[in-house]
């Protein structure tokens, strides 16, 4: 289960890491974006 946090407008965000080439961490905040495409917006 993903755990996140709803802004003012509603907008549903959650904290996601990456994963470089070198194998550093890169935690980011990510929004989910339930439009038509399959897309995950980043911030």
Do not use: C, H, R
């Not at 509603?10 to 470089?20: D, M, R, V, W």
């Amino acid at each position: 289960m993903i755990q996140g946090e709803f802004d003012e407008i509603g907008q549903l965000f959650f904290k996601i890491e990456l994963i470089a080439a070198t194998g550093e961490v890169l935690p980011v905040m990510a929004l989910l974006y339930t439009g038509s495409t399959e897309w995950l917006a980043i911030n």
